[in-house]
């Protein structure tokens, strides 16, 4: 069975720090993956996502993450995060054809 | 464009009541519908999906049911609620699978 899983429930950190948050997933073949974030009273919205080509993906806000195939990952990273960054950031992955799972999501709270 | 309602935004039902939540999309067709919980820490449970008009599948199993009646419109409903009801879900849509999906602002439930 397919699974997201991401490596922090909750980070803490200072602006103008550097951010990564780690996502891995569990199949093979051809994948889907996304990245998500939930700003405090707002919808879920779309990040980035990486369907296939150059394994770095650039989104909105600064963001960007690394497809490694041969890790099974798919990490966020941010260099230098800004207290709007506060928010939970979800991952999520499907092989063509399935469902896409979510991981468990990680809140990330930026002190000013 | 697109758009995605959910009502009501909240709701307190009591115990053993029945529930209906409501899920349309506008400006697209035969689009992939989709019911999630998210719980705090535990990320988005997939609760059902539809891929068109009358055709639900069930991720797992539990007190709640999931109807399509119209091309863009999902119902998740029960007929008696539990406590364990309790919690905030959203409805998505997506153009096909796994693909982006898009999310409504979400119905808080509370079960008292």
């Known amino acids: 069975a397919q699974s997201v899983s991401q490596h922090n429930h909750h980070v803490i950190l200072s602006e103008a720090a550097s951010l990564e948050l780690g996502c891995n997933y569990s199949?093979?073949?051809?994948?889907?993956l996304f990245w998500y974030v939930q700003y405090p009273g707002q919808h879920l919205q779309l990040l980035l996502k990486?369907?296939?080509?150059?394994?770095l993906v650039k989104g909105i806000k600064g963001f960007e993450a690394e497809f490694i195939k041969s890790k099974f990952s798919f990490n966020l990273r941010k260099p230098s995060v800004q207290w709007s960054d506060t928010a939970e950031y979800f991952c999520?992955?499907?092989?063509?054809?399935?469902?896409?799972?979510f991981g468990g999501g990680t809140r990330v709270l930026v002190k000013p | 464009s697109q758009t995605i309602h959910q009502w009501p935004a909240t709701l307190v039902q009591p115990v053993g009541s029945p529930l209906s939540l409501e899920c349309t999309v506008e400006?697209?067709?035969?689009?992939?519908l989709y019911w999630y919980r998210q719980a705090a820490g535990r990320g988005l449970q997939l609760l059902f999906y539809?891929?068109?008009?009358?055709?639900i599948s069930s991720e797992v199993p539990q007190n709640l049911s999931a109807s399509r009646p119209q091309d863009r419109q999902f119902i998740l409903s029960s007929k008696k609620l539990l406590l364990s009801d309790s919690g905030f879900y959203l409805c998505?849509?997506?153009?096909?699978?796994?693909?982006?999906?898009?999310f409504g602002p979400g119905t808080r439930l509370t079960v008292l």
């Open positions: 998505a849509w997506s153009n096909r699978s796994p693909d982006t999906q898009y």
């Open positions: 199949y093979g073949g051809t994948v889907n």
């Open positions: 990486y369907f296939s080509g150059d394994p």
């Open positions: 999520a992955g499907g092989a063509a054809g399935n469902k896409l799972t």
């Open positions: 400006g697209t067709s035969n689009p992939n």
């Open positions: 539809s891929v068109g008009i009358g055709q």
